[in-house]
């Protein structure tokens, strides 16, 4: 069973950057075919998929956010991270990590503000 817990601050200034980091136990960040993602739920929005990096390193981004969003891993740690750059309250949301659609983490609230 795949668990993952996301962790980061929950209070970001605008302007600044968002950064995430999705913590994978009980599988292998480096299993080959897998698919990590970050996805995220504004406040009375629906889900809008972020990104996503495979165990070869390759990224896949949303368009909408490609210019701002990095996604990366740290094969040592298991782990996989987000960063956002120059935020504002519309990025306000819980974020989840999840790897494909068949498990997420329970979710993390981010809320942007000065």
């Known amino acids: 069973q795949v668990h993952l817990q996301e962790s980061g601050p929950g209070l970001v200034k605008p302007s600044q950057t968002l950064a995430l980091t999705c913590t994978v136990s009980?599988?292998?960040?480096?299993?080959?075919?897998?698919?990590w993602n970050w996805i995220r739920q504004p406040p009375g929005k629906g889900l809008e998929w972020m990104g996503a990096?495979?165990?070869?390193?390759?990224?896949y981004y949303n368009p909408s956010l490609e210019s701002r969003t990095s996604i990366s891993t740290s094969a040592s740690k298991n782990q996989f991270s987000l960063q956002l750059s120059s935020v504002t309250p519309d990025d306000t949301a819980v974020y989840y990590c999840?790897?494909?659609?068949?498990?997420w983490g329970q979710g993390t609230q981010v809320t942007v503000s000065s």
């Open positions: 999840t790897l494909y659609d068949a498990y």
């Open positions: 009980g599988g292998s960040i480096t299993t080959s075919g897998y698919s």
């Open positions: 990096i495979t165990s070869d390193g390759s990224t």
